[in-house]
């Protein structure tokens, strides 16, 4: 008699208890966490004003931040979501051109990128599973020579701010019904041309195709 009664109010409970939605329309997402830019970068040769094309490529090394994301649904599986994040910082090298392969300098960037996403599955499932597709901003600032290539005669350094199209993947697992665990893998198209002065070979320039894997995985909150 007591399984029974303890089975039958269980199974009240149950369908009283509503059930977990993942996001509606109106929802506000928050999400934070570690955010990662490796990029792929192949460049062109660097070439000088005197010279021309002198060879060698120019380098960039990862960083990790915190990454920052806040979506608006505007539907149950359509939403708006802008990636933020803490600036990032990267060493620039040269390689190819013997004496002044190494470190030639450091730079920081933001790169704000804005997407539509969209979740393919019903709502009331906790795994949520979406892809994206958006435009990237990429402000370069903070740009400095290595002591090094100041001690080679170069002097200033230079990166145009680029625009290019992003595409992401990524998942949501509601922990609760507010509560996520979040990560995702975005591809973004970063272009630039990167320039310095030296004293004997005039302007010094390179194009680089940055084009970076950014990872992140962090906790998210549904308002």
């Given at each position: 008699m007591r399984k029974t009664l303890?089975?039958?109010?269980?199974?009240?409970?149950?369908?009283?208890?509503?059930?977990?939605?993942?996001?509606?329309?109106?929802?506000?997402?928050?999400?934070a966490g570690a955010i990662?830019?490796?990029p792929h970068e192949?460049?062109?040769a660097i070439s000088t004003a005197v010279t021309g094309p002198l060879g060698g490529k120019a380098t960039l090394d990862s960083d990790t931040q915190l990454g920052l994301n806040f979506a608006y649904m505007l539907t149950d599986k359509v939403g708006i979501e802008l990636l933020a994040a803490t600036p990032f910082s990267h060493d620039v090298g040269v390689k190819g051109l013997g004496a002044l392969d190494g470190k030639f300098g450091s730079i920081k960037h933001l790169p704000p990128t804005l997407s539509v996403i969209y979740y393919p599955l019903n709502k009331t499932s906790a795994f949520q599973p979406y892809v994206g597709a958006g435009v990237n901003y990429?402000?370069?600032?903070?740009?400095?020579?290595?002591?090094?290539?100041?001690?080679n005669q170069f002097n200033g350094l230079d990166l145009k701010d680029s625009w290019g199209l992003a595409a992401q993947v990524?998942?949501?697992?509601?922990?609760?019904?507010?509560?996520?665990?979040?990560?995702?893998?975005?591809?973004?198209?970063?272009?630039t041309e990167a320039t310095s002065n030296h004293a004997t070979l005039g302007k010094v320039k390179v194009d680089v195709d940055?084009?970076?894997?950014v990872y992140m995985v962090g906790l998210g909150y549904k308002f």
């Open positions: 303890f089975t039958a109010s269980a199974l009240a409970l149950a369908l009283a208890a509503p059930f977990a939605q993942a996001f509606e329309a109106g929802d506000i997402i928050v999400r990662t830019v490796d192949d460049s062109s990429t402000w370069f600032f903070d740009d400095k020579l290595s002591s090094s290539a100041e001690a990524g998942m949501d697992y509601m922990l609760t019904e507010n509560v996520m665990l979040n990560a995702q893998v975005r591809y973004i198209d970063i272009d940055v084009d970076p894997f």
